[in-house]
């Protein structure tokens, strides 16, 4: 078995609206399709299937799809699924905290579990900055009802 990398995806933002509102966002397929996806499932329970899909995403038009299992569902204070961003023999974790503020909600996203090879140090670069823009496009959306 690979080692895994001793470092992990931190993001955070703040998102100026109710935690129910911004964890709707994130934790059902109808929020993550208002902004970020296209026919994604997911069932927000322990042991339930996630899946993105994106078509025709960004600049590159870029058609993928990743399926996960939900770890943790608990409206409107944390979500934590397991996906396979590297490749199918393991599974990284992400785990996302809301947190209530006077200004709004602040979203504190976590993965971790990359395996330490070439692949893996790539798909930790790729995702770390993939949550930051997937956290921007998502606070715009909320905020401003604006998709990319």
Request: charged share 30%.
């Amino acid at each position: 078995m690979d080692s895994l990398i001793d470092a992990e995806i931190r993001q955070k933002t703040l998102v100026r609206a109710p935690p129910e509102q911004v964890y709707d966002a994130i934790a059902t397929a109808e929020g993550l399709d208002s902004w970020f996806t296209e026919g994604s499932e997911l069932e927000a329970r322990p042991g339930g299937k996630i899946v993105f899909r994106w078509r025709k995403w960004g600049p590159d038009k870029w058609d993928h799809d990743s399926t996960g299992i939900v770890i943790e569902a608990k409206r409107p204070k944390r979500f934590v699924f397991e996906w396979r961003p590297d490749n199918p023999s393991y599974a990284t974790t992400i785990e996302i905290d809301f947190e209530v503020v006077e200004e709004g909600t602040v979203i504190r996203l976590r993965e971790s579990g990359y395996h330490d090879t070439p692949s893996g140090r790539a798909a930790l670069l790729e995702c770390a900055a993939g949550w930051g823009e997937a956290l921007t496009l998502l606070k715009y959306w909320v905020e401003h009802g604006f998709r990319y």
